[in-house]
């Protein structure tokens, strides 16, 4: 029988990933409880006599975004040292590019179902007006999630196996992720304010241009971080 290809690997280790983490449920209730917690926090921090709830919300948003996807990401590989299962995904005859890209696939639905959940919490608690913007707000979140995805992978793999990966993975990564949350708020905001998606194509292009450098470089430097 002739082995996987590229994505038909990747694939199969998403799909085993995505069914793991469906029968325990722990990653996702721990990310999206931190998500209704942290934007229940900034809510009752917030003063709306001095940042309007359009101002506030979009930073509020991806904010929150950031660190509760970032709760899954660890997650992807810890799961698979605990007993030893990376070593059967070193051995098995597949490119593996496709266990960084299955890893990334599974991340990204975790990482988009958190979204799913954080995305309206903060429109209601701040009574903006998601709905009306709710197609380029998904095409957004999609993007900010890919490159999220891409590079927390990409360390959750590089800092697994060391002493304080938990700590080491968010000091690596957040760099990283300024320019993607930069990025996805700016154009939130102009949208909340009422301004046309042709004033936030700029924001989605450099979005768009982020995620297709982050998940090229990470695919091709995945394999030297299985080195080690």
């Known amino acids: 029988m002739n082995p996987p290809?590229?994505?038909?690997?990747?694939?199969?280790?998403?799909?085993?990933?995505?069914?793991?983490?469906?029968?325990?449920?722990?990653?996702?209730?721990?990310?999206?409880?931190?998500?209704?917690?942290?934007?229940?926090?900034?809510?009752?921090?917030?003063?709306?006599?001095?940042v309007a709830a359009a101002d506030l919300a979009p930073g509020v948003l991806w904010v929150i975004f950031t660190f509760a996807g970032m709760l899954g990401l660890h997650r992807s590989f810890g799961s698979e040292v605990a007993d030893r299962a990376i070593d059967g995904l070193l051995v098995a005859p597949i490119d593996r590019k496709a266990?960084?890209?299955?890893?990334?696939?599974?991340?990204?639905?975790?990482?988009?179902?958190?979204?799913?959940?954080?995305?309206?919490?903060?429109?209601?608690?701040?009574?903006?007006?998601?709905?009306?913007?709710?197609?380029?707000?998904?095409?957004?979140a999609i993007l900010a999630a890919i490159g999220l995805v891409a590079v927390g992978t990409l360390f959750a793999a590089m800092t697994v196996n060391t002493r304080f990966a938990e700590l080491l993975l968010p000091m690596l990564s957040l760099p990283f992720f300024v320019p993607i949350v930069i990025a996805a708020a700016q154009s939130t905001e102009k949208l909340l304010g009422g301004r046309p998606v042709s004033e936030v194509a700029g924001w989605l292009e450099l979005l768009a241009s982020f995620d297709l450098v982050f998940v090229y470089a990470c695919t091709l430097a995945f394999p030297a971080t299985l080195e080690h």
């Open 5 to 50: 290809g590229l994505v038909s690997a990747a694939w199969l280790i998403a799909r085993k990933d995505l069914r793991v983490e469906f029968r325990s449920r722990s990653a996702f209730f721990s990310a999206a409880i931190f998500a209704v917690l942290a934007a229940t926090i900034f809510f009752f921090a917030w003063d709306p006599t001095a």
């Open 99 to 140: 266990v960084f890209l299955g890893k990334a696939l599974a991340n990204l639905v975790f990482v988009l179902a958190v979204q799913a959940l954080a995305i309206p919490a903060v429109g209601i608690m701040y009574n903006v007006p998601l709905t009306r913007i709710a197609a380029p707000l998904a095409g957004i």
